[in-house]
């Protein structure tokens, strides 16, 4: 392994950026705890229902779905939503790494990876694919945004009931974490080619997108103060979104692998025969607590 090629994790970024960093990512866990046990006490209100059962089978058939978004690709909008599944959570693993092998975290004992990963070839492939996954999310935008806001389609054309806009994840809707999905990645490139510019090195030719930032940052005569606050800019950014996943409609990202693996593994359309029927109080549901657990993941 060359550890020669490789670039200074948290170039020109001061301590005090880095604790307010580490500190944000534990008050996000906190929030994400929070939320979860939240939904979590809510979900199991409902009435007892076994999906336990046939574990091979539901993590397989989850596999597919959540992360093979085998579903999706079927209709025919399907491949943008993949690419913008696939662009995200790309960034989202390449960030991820960029974390773990900070140097800060190295020496708390936090992760303990610095010397495994960001070296060498994975390195310059690492650059390539960070570039490629920002454009594969930029494309699909696009298309989303396009089709929300100017063909749209006729499942999306009718308001939605009043009732349904009385709570925050709904007044945000899809334009507030749509914008977010827009402005992360767009800062993040900048900020790359921020870097590029600010400390040229070598490889640069692996970041076929952030290179050419960096010409045009660099004839605009930004520098290494440019870069820094840039940085922060884009740390506080990255935490708005990641906080808008259990609290905004990209909670289906969290959710949907859950949702997904305690499907029903039997026919479609069965109903469950009502016990007793002559003695019988209600038919149907009229309160949350006559669903099931798994009814109350789904409405989640």
Known sequence: MDHQITRQILW????????????????????????????????????PVNRFDQPRRRFLLSM????????????????????????FLGLVIGTTIVFIND?????????????YFFYGDFYLVFKAAMDTFFMLLAVA???????RGVTRPRELNGPPPPKM????????????????????PITGLMLEGARINAHPGGFV??????????????????????HRWLWLTHVILVYMLLFCLPFTKLRHFLFAPVNLYFRNLGPRGRLAPITDFENAETFGVSQVEQYNWKQLLDMS
């Open 165 to 184: 806009m009385a709570n925050l994840e709904n007044r945000l809707g899809y334009w507030f974490p749509l914008l977010m999905l827009v402005i992360v």
């Open 141 to 147: 935008i696009v298309v989303a945004a396009t089709r």
């Open 12 to 47: 020109n970024v001061p301590v005090v950026f880095q604790i307010f960093m580490y500190g944000m990512f534990f008050v996000l866990m906190g929030a994400l705890f929070y939320e979860g046990w939240r939904w979590y006490r809510m979900i199991s209100l409902g009435q």
């Open 205 to 226: 030719e692996w970041a076929y997108l952030g290179r050419n930032v960096a010409k045009i940052e660099g004839a605009l005569g930004a520098g290494v103060m440019f």
């Open 103 to 115: 140097e800060i975290a190295d020496f708390f004992g936090l992760f303990g990876l610095h010397y």
């Open 64 to 87: 597919r779905d959540a992360v093979g978004q085998g579903n999706v690709i079927r209709e025919s909008w399907g491949w943008t939503h993949y690419a913008f599944y696939v662009g």
